[in-house]
């Protein structure tokens, strides 16, 4: 079965940090690009970063640029969303998703996780 399990959610004040993980099992993970989505309840679902299988080219919705940084392990099977300098706007619901490039730059996946909450204060 697909699993893509989000972690490392919670509750912070503005101006830390927190480091999302998400891992990856049942289909070729090393062959998909990831990203990372947030949704507000009431609001669209928001494409925050993107990052190609081998190369690591990342993309980065422009509110999270400087602040967000995301990575992959692919011996781990693994993607990782740094976020520093939060800011209560960066309150969401996080999901991570695997697809191609170009779908997920247009907030469409072939693998959706759960989710995890992150609250900024």
């Known amino acids: 079965d697909v699993q893509l399990v989000e972690s490392g959610g919670g509750s912070v004040q503005a101006g830390r940090s927190l480091r999302l993980s998400c891992a990856v099992s049942?289909?070729?993970?090393?062959?998909?690009?990831m990203g990372w989505f947030r949704q507000v309840p009431g609001k669209e679902r928001e494409g925050v970063a993107t990052?190609?299988?081998?190369?690591?080219?990342?993309r980065y919705v422009d509110s999270v640029k400087g602040r967000f940084t995301i990575s992959r392990d692919n011996a781990k099977n693994t993607v990782y969303l740094q976020m520093n300098s939060l800011r209560p706007e960066d309150t969401a619901m996080y999901y991570c998703?695997?697809?191609?490039?170009?779908?997920?730059?247009?907030?469409?996946?072939?693998?959706w996780g759960q989710g995890t909450q992150v609250t900024v204060s």
């Open positions: 998703a695997a697809g191609d490039f170009d779908s997920l730059v247009r907030g469409t996946a072939d693998y």
């Open positions: 990052v190609t299988t081998r190369d690591g080219f990342t």
């Open positions: 049942g289909f070729s993970y090393s062959r998909r690009c």
